[in-house]
């Protein structure tokens, strides 16, 4: 019993099967999603086994990194994610003018602001409170 190293039928000089029944440009090139190479380069049909490649090698490992970090990025946004606040708070407000701090006890460029009817404000100089 004989095994057949290719398909039966003629390869163009681009190693693409045709058939033998020639159209107008002398042949008849055989469907791509019918035949692919195998890993041996022979032309197999299309099946399960063989399947019709998506892609060469180096994009679909590009692809699969990307994908591995994106699927990563999507686990730690699903999270719930622990902040903390630094700083110093800039601007005060208050009620009553007894509620302004020392202009020592703030960094230079706070505010204090009376909630009355014209909004007082004074900015802090480091060592006293300008009326703005």
């Known amino acids: 019993m004989s095994t057949l190293n ?5 390869i163009d000089a681009n190693s693409v099967p045709y058939y033998d029944n020639a159209d107008t440009n002398g042949y008849l090139t055989m469907p ?16 399960t086994a063989n399947p019709q490649p998506t892609s060469d090698a180096g994009v679909l490992a590009k692809q699969n990194e990307i994908l591995t970090k994106l ?24 009620s009553d003018i007894t509620e302004r701090p020392d202009a020592t006890a703030v960094a230079k ?10 909004f007082d404000s004074w900015v802090s100089s480091g060592t006293g409170w300008e009326e703005v």
């Open 109 to 118: 460029g706070t505010t204090f602001t009376l909630l009355n009817e014209n």
């Open 71 to 94: 699927t990563a990025l999507e686990t730690k946004l699903n999270r719930t994610l622990d902040v903390q606040l630094s700083g110093s708070k800039m601007e005060l407000y208050g």
């Open 32 to 47: 791509i999603e019918q035949y692919i190479r195998n890993g041996s380069n022979l032309f197999v049909p299309v099946s």
């Open 6 to 10: 290719a398909l039966p039928f003629p």
